[in-house]
């Protein structure tokens, strides 16, 4: 296989190479959706083309990153990777929301 696979699946610490391509597929998953479901949500809030600039950024986070992370959740249990993806959220958190003097 691939020696790029058999990195990913070391660095995640994942026992085979069939799940780290399931880990990959729940990523590809998650992604697609959320490009599908960016246009109908920006359109409901009534973003167009013209905030498209840095407040549609900040919309961006605040909106669709938390829902990315809920369809990450459910792609991973769908796809019997609940348990790595509920791990990989909570690492996620710790580093985002980790004081700088703890480093």
Known sequence: MAHWLTRLQTRWGLPTLTQTILVLVVFACTGFTVLFLKKPIFWALGIDKALSGWLG???????????????????????????FFWEFEKKMFRRMFRRKTEK
């Open 57 to 83: 950024t900040i919309i961006y986070l605040i909106v669709i990153l938390p829902l990315y992370q809920v369809i990450l959740l459910i792609y991973g249990f769908i796809f019997g990777q609940f348990n």
